[in-house]
């Protein structure tokens, strides 16, 4: 499981962008050249939520992640949260199905169309304002062993828009080979994060267009609906920890109100 931390901090002072290294450049490049490899991608995913009552105990929710570049998503949460997230290209749809609630918004104007733009280059659309590499890669770029190291990279990037305080870090298993999606850290202007872990990842796996429907309600994989929220808010949930303990090398960002 990817390590839950935030790479941020919260001060009032507006994101800046960062000044990556020579080798954090290369590595960042590698990490586009990975994403822009991907047309389509399923993957299962686990979600760690704390107690509402309970904070220090947690619930595991469960789903299937699609994806289909450029510009579709879909997140079904398929056990312990009733959250759906539906991309069609041109708008992202968060939906609270237990309520029958939902919001829409411009994919454009959202941290997660870094993952599914036609052409991804991470450090020319958005903001990258964290870069942290696991100690284990330090010789990842040179090490062909580096895959089994447990060699790790998360970046952290935001739109460039200042109003928009969206976050999104994603994981990596870092190689000589080529980077892997580990899971993503997805933090809204209100501060609240869901961290997704993937497993059984199916690269370029053949997808169905229908999918990514705005209108579908139901789980794509199962054709059940997902089960009972386990949290009041299914977006307000924090991220598997780990042991590890990362240094977060980050710019200092605001917290926002979410916009009307």
């Known amino acids: ?20 290294s020579a080798a954090d450049q290369a590595s960042l490049s590698r990490i586009d050249n990975y994403l822009n490899s991907l047309n389509s991608l399923q993957a299962d995913f686990q979600q760690l939520q704390p107690s509402v ?11 299937v992640l699609y994806l289909a570049r450029p510009g579709r998503l879909r997140v079904d949460y398929t056990k312990g949260a009733s959250l759906q997230i539906i991309s069609d290209g041109t708008y992202l749809v968060y939906r609270d199905l237990a309520a029958d609630e939902s919001s829409t918004m411009r994919l454009s104007d959202t941290a997660l169309s870094a993952l599914v733009k036609k052409d991804v280059n991470l450090a020319r659309d958005f903001k990258v304002v964290g870069f942290v ?8 770029s040179t090490n062909p062993s580096a895959k089994s190291s447990g060699a790790t990279i998360s970046v952290s990037v935001m739109p460039r828009a200042e109003e928009n305080r969206d976050m999104l870090i994603l994981f990596f298993k870092d190689s000589a080979e080529s ?22 990842l199916q690269p370029n796996a053949p997808l169905a ?22 949290n009041s808010n299914g977006f307000s949930a924090e991220g598997a920890a780990t042991d590890r303990q990362d240094q977060v090398r980050t710019s200092p960002v605001a917290k926002q109100p979410l916009k009307d």
């Not at 590499?133 to 990842?140: D, Q, V, W």
């Open 1 to 20: 499981m990817v390590t839950a931390f935030m790479a941020v901090m919260l001060v009032a002072s507006p994101a800046l962008a960062l000044d990556l």
């Open 179 to 200: 980077p892997e999606l580990l899971g993503w850290s997805l933090r809204n202007a209100e501060g609240e994060t869901a961290t997704l872990n993937f497993r059984n």
């Open 133 to 140: 590499r696991s100690a284990a890669a330090a010789g990842a």
């Open 209 to 230: 267009s229908d999918l990514f429907n705005l209108k579908t309600k139901n789980s794509g994989k199962s054709g059940k609906k997902a089960g009972e929220l386990s």
């Open 53 to 63: 009552n309970s904070p220090d105990k947690s619930s595991i929710a469960e789903g």
